[in-house]
């Protein structure tokens, strides 16, 4: 093996330019694949940093007429955890920002009201303090306390010794600090402080048509995945008929759906059919690193067939020649190596931030290795082919001819064809899907979304809720800083509204029409509804078709009134 290889080093050094235009090829191929490799593990395959994390999962509901909304409203959340039978326990998990005055400069961050078994459910264990919230924080109206992430120890507090015990202020209100998070094992992602989740009991019987909560679960020892489905999916159609107006505007079921598979989404599909384009793309690379090898090979049929006739079997000689590829192969996986390295650091870069596990995209061991055994594997397959084409018997022959017709039989051309053929086929299928691809995203930038984006600013705000308590002093903090944006200079209008077109924000409300037979609540129509001001269609480039806009006369005791989309 050692001989094989000095010799093959000394052969290759003797033809550089054919053996950079291999490597390169070779490291192309192998480099995208490298890369696409890092997002896929990172995002599809890598697991969780908890405890036993294939038996956590996410048990959500459905709001009905929008499948696509998972959440559940504070009572039904809480009749789950009471009745079900498949889970060491369920915490509810309630994302918001929060404005943090502690430590510098208010700055929001983004926040999690959770129930105190969240952590426990996670097994998560604090890198300092407790992060398991007491029975009298966890009560409504409790003491205030909260754990914060280390990324925001290290960073606001300077990585303070004593910060665990002190009080931090939290949108205006005082925060007993009793736990740090380690930042690899912070979820969900970007959270920076949690809190205990609490609900005025009084109320909690009226909450069943708000479905705002997410809902985090791990299964009991013993308990499958399709157990836990049949067991929710009993509960979720229980507590429907026991409460069918309640529960008017959500579906019969729940879902019961792998953490790792709620974090991707629809993310698995397009990733998976990536690797298998840049697959595809390494297999281009070995057709046409196996036809050089066979081009290359006719120049070296004298030295194949005298060592042929010294006694070289051609096992022998095909061990020779696979070992350059071999090499070859090896030496474009370490040039893909530092390109993918370079790849992946551009598409984490660029990538957007709301990209589910983002921070777990890198190139580690398991990444090394996979690379080296696809270059080893590589190596292997476009080294034997043509090998076995140039070893051939008739060597002898071809030594008393000088050599003349070596690879020039109908065997060798076949295999060329073929090759070409192979390559030909592959880069006609990859262009057509980069076509296709590049000609559907071209035609969804000119669909007309019905609003405009250009010259437009958008932000959100989370106005603390001692500061204010009521409807009304929300509507006037509002009312007061939409009249001053307007006195701005550069303002043309200015608006606000619950949620921004084509994200999920919103209602789900069911609807009678008037006139019209009534319908049993499962039968009846839903909506999804959200709140605007008079500026915010102006704002946001949106037409009246018929009818009028909003106007400061529609406030709270006028006549309601609504306005509806053209399907609507």
């Known amino acids: 093996m050692r001989q094989d290889a000095a010799f093959a080093v000394r052969?290759?050094?003797?033809?550089?330019?054919?053996?950079?235009?291999?490597?390169?090829?070779?490291?192309?191929?192998?480099?995208?694949?490298?890369?696409?490799?890092?997002?896929?593990?990172?995002?599809?395959?890598?697991?969780?940093?908890f405890a036993d994390p294939d038996r956590l999962v996410m048990v959500a509901g459905a709001a009905k007429g929008n499948p696509a909304s998972y959440n559940v409203s504070p009572a039904?959340?809480?009749?789950?955890?009471?009745?079900?039978?498949?889970f060491t326990d369920l915490a509810v998990i309630d994302n918001r920002g929060s404005v943090l005055s502690e430590g510098g400069a208010p700055e929001l961050i983004q926040a999690s009201r959770v129930s105190p078994s969240f952590f426990n459910?996670?097994?998560?264990?604090?890198?300092?303090?407790?992060?398991?919230?007491?029975?009298?924080?966890g009560a409504w109206h409790g003491d205030k306390a909260v754990v914060i992430n280390e990324d925001l120890w290290r960073t606001r507090f300077g990585s303070r010794g004593d910060l665990v015990g002190s009080m931090i202020t939290l949108d205006d209100e005082r925060y007993h600090v009793i736990g740090i998070v380690p930042s690899t094992m912070a979820w969900p992602r970007g959270i920076m402080a949690w809190m205990p989740f609490t609900y005025d009991p009084a109320q909690l019987a009226d909450s069943r048509g708000g479905i705002y909560l997410n809902v985090i679960g791990r299964l009991k020892a013993g308990i499958t995945l399709a157990t836990a489905r049949s067991d929710m999916d009993g509960v979720?159609?229980?507590?429907?008929?026991?409460?069918?107006?309640?529960n008017s505007n959500i579906a019969e079921t729940a879902h019961v759906i792998p953490l790792n598979e709620w974090v991707t989404g629809t993310l698995r599909t397009p990733l998976l059919l990536l690797l298998g384009g840049v697959g595809f793309v390494l297999l281009i690379a070995c057709a046409n690193v196996a036809n050089l090898l066979m081009v290359r090979g006719v120049s070296r049929s004298t030295e194949l067939a005298v060592r042929s006739a010294l006694g070289a079997d051609r096992g022998r000689l095909v061990c020779q020649l696979v070992t350059e590829s071999v090499i070859l192969a090896l030496a474009g996986g370490v040039l893909a190596t530092a390109l993918a390295l370079l790849g992946t650091r551009v598409l984490v870069h660029t990538a957007p931030q709301s990209l589910p596990r983002l921070d777990s995209i890198r190139i580690d061991g398991i990444v090394l290795a996979a690379t080296f055994s696809v270059a080893l594997v590589a190596g292997i397959f476009f080294?034997?082919?043509?090998?076995?084409?140039?070893?051939?018997?008739?060597?002898?022959q071809a030594?008393?001819?000088?050599?003349?017709?070596?690879?020039?039989?109908?065997?060798?051309?076949?295999?060329?064809?073929?090759?070409?053929?192979?390559?030909?086929?592959?880069?006609?299928?990859?262009?057509?899907?980069?076509?296709?691809?590049?000609?559907?995203f071209v035609r969804l930038m000119s669909v007309d979304p019905g609003f405009r984006t250009a010259h437009s600013i958008h932000y959100g705000l989370s106005l603390p809720q001692h500061r204010y308590p009521t409807q009304a002093s929300r509507a006037a903090f509002l009312e007061s800083l939409l009249e001053r944006m307007r006195t701005v200079k550069s303002v043309q209008s200015a608006g606000a509204s619950f949620g921004m077109p084509l994200t999920p924000f919103g209602f789900m409300l069911t609807f009678t029409v008037a006139g019209r037979p009534p319908l049993r609540p499962a039968d009846q129509p839903a909506a999804q509804i959200r709140m605007a001001t008079p500026g915010y269609f102006g704002a946001m480039g949106i037409a009246m078709i018929r009818g009028r806009n909003f106007t400061d006369a529609d406030r709270l005791g006028a006549p309601q009134v609504l306005l509806v989309n053209a399907a609507a």
């Open 383 to 396: 080294g034997l082919i043509p090998a076995w084409q140039l070893v051939r018997p008739d060597l002898a």
């Open 236 to 246: 979720a159609h229980r507590l429907w008929v026991e409460h069918p107006d309640e």
């Open 11 to 49: 052969t290759l050094l003797r033809a550089p330019g054919f053996t950079l235009i291999a490597i390169l090829t070779l490291a192309l191929g192998i480099g995208a694949n490298t890369a696409i490799f890092s997002v896929v593990r990172g995002i599809l395959l890598r697991p969780f940093p």
């Open 76 to 86: 039904n959340a809480y009749d789950w955890r009471a009745q079900n039978h498949s």
């Open 121 to 137: 459910i996670l097994q998560v264990r604090p890198l300092a303090g407790r992060l398991v919230f007491s029975d009298a924080e």
């Open 399 to 440: 030594l008393r001819a000088g050599g003349r017709g070596l690879g020039q039989g109908s065997s060798g051309h076949g295999v060329r064809r073929t090759l070409v053929v192979a390559e030909v086929a592959l880069s006609v299928m990859l262009l057509s899907g980069a076509g296709l691809l590049i000609r559907s």
